[in-house]
């Protein structure tokens, strides 16, 4: 089968070899656990737990604050500590609870309502999906319920699970299809019960045969309405519109869901939280989060509890080889945040701690645009990114709406191009922002 693609992207340093083949440690935390209110799209969780109250693992201690929201479940056994404002990678604080960890990890029974999967109708399974605060893992946080129950699921022909993992530096997603696969598969068996008109597909880069080679193999003698596609390496192969375009010749813009094409998409990890959710009873409150770049010791995947500290995190790799790293990052190195402190929680949506020796980009400065174009050539939003960062700069938000400024997908490849380093990416994403704060008035 040929590789699919889609027009434009970038090749940068993948940085993978440091733990793609490292296999999954466990971790769990020492200290306090902490549980922002807000990880997920949508209305923040509202607190069931008051301070001085004892939590056991996998109890809820904040329920979903609305239809776009999603519950949060303990992941230590303890006290409640306190509920308070506290820093989260997006640098800002957030209320959150706070759980004084006894380092027992006394679960709660997550077989009580477990049903065989055959005798469950479609609405029990999206139930058990909006129990278990099952949310998008690969960073967007959008709740999974939400995202499986569109206008006209009638209308629905695809479910792409994205295996490309696309970004630099992160094999979360690798180590959990070649350590998990049968719970890869099984996720999206689960979701295609709920869409009876559609077909399943593992999409996942050539930059990993053996993932590929095992996952077909799964498929081919467990499924007839699921296969793996093999996609070129590229980046960003993984960003949501590129991936239904490589995998179906449709085309989404800024103003459509995936729906409206008749597709879903979801996230390895979002697939394994289904699968255990469902299958097992259990609640999302691990995660498999990648530690890594030049100033770890020991790069590492860890499946880790969710509220784990950062800092904790990195002490187990190794901590820094030889002092403060110049850059730490809250995902990778594309698409992820720039942190200051490392005093702050894991949530639904970490997918990587990377941290660097050198800071490459604040060396860079910025300079004027020379009209090359390479902007252009690499952009998978198919807009004119040095064009669109000049008409924000001047304020000229309506020429730059005029000219499809919302259709940028942020992914960072005009930056990474850009002979002038100019900031392009961060200039149209601050406009495109205050654009929708707009609307949203």
Do not use: W
Not at 80 to 100: L, Q
Not at 318 to 336: D, Q, R, S, T, V
Not at 416 to 424: E, F, I, M, N, S
């Amino acid at each position: 089968m040929a590789r699919m693609t889609f027009r434009g992207g970038i090749h940068p340093y993948e940085g993978k070899e440091l733990t793609e083949d490292k296999p999954i440690l466990d971790y769990l935390p020492k200290g306090d656990v902490v549980f922002p209110l807000s990880q997920h799209i949508g209305a923040p969780a509202k607190p069931l737990v008051k301070k001085g109250d004892s939590v056991l693992v996998g109890q809820r201690i904040a329920e979903a604050g609305g239809f776009v929201s999603a519950h949060i479940h303990s992941s230590v056994s303890g006290k409640v500590k306190c509920i308070e404002s506290r820093m989260t990678a997006g640098g800002t604080k957030v209320e959150s609870i706070v759980i004084e960890n006894d380092g027992e990890y006394q679960t709660i029974d997550f077989k009580e309502h477990v049903k065989p999967l055959d005798e469950m109708s479609r609405d029990e399974i999206l139930a058990a999906i909006q129990d278990a605060g099952i949310v998008g893992m690969g960073g967007a946080g959008f709740p999974t319920h939400v995202k499986l129950s569109p206008k006209n699921p009638d209308s629905i022909d695809h479910i792409i699970v994205n295996g490309s993992e696309c970004e630099p530096y992160l094999t979360s997603d690798y180590r959990r299809m070649m350590e998990e696969p049968d719970k890869v598969l099984g996720g999206l068996a689960i979701v295609l019960k709920l869409f009876p008109q559609a077909k399943g597909i593992v999409a996942i880069e050539d930059n990993k045969p053996k993932a590929i080679k095992l996952l077909r193999e799964k498929a081919a003698s467990s499924y007839t309405n699921i296969t793996v596609n093999k996609m070129k390496t590229k980046y960003p192969e993984g960003a949501e519109r590129q991936l239904i375009y490589a995998n179906t010749g449709r085309y989404i813009n800024s103003s459509m869901l995936p729906a409206d094409a008749g597709c879903i998409v979801h996230n390895i990890d979002t697939m394994v939280a289904i699968y255990d959710a469902v299958v097992e009873g259990i609640p999302l409150f691990t995660r498999i989060v990648t530690v890594t770049g030049d100033a770890i010791v020991n790069p590492q995947n860890y499946r880790v509890r969710l509220g784990t500290s950062f800092q904790e995190l990195i002490e187990e790799a190794g901590g820094y080889k030889n002092g403060e790293p110049a850059k730490i990052i809250a995902g990778g190195p594309m698409m992820g945040k720039a942190i200051f402190t490392t005093d702050i929680p894991l949530v639904k949506g970490s997918s990587a701690i990377l941290c660097m020796q050198e800071d490459e980009v604040a060396a860079c400065e910025p300079g004027n645009c020379i009209r090359c174009g390479r902007c252009v050539s690499v952009c998978p939003g198919r807009v004119v990114p040095a064009k669109l960062a000049d008409l924000a700069e001047r304020g000229k938000i309506d020429e730059f709406v005029a000219n499809d400024g919302m259709e940028c997908c942020e992914c960072g490849c005009c930056s990474y191009v850009c002979p002038a380093k100019r900031h392009l990416t961060q200039t149209i994403s601050a406009t495109r922002k205050a654009v929708l704060a707009s609307r949203k008035k």
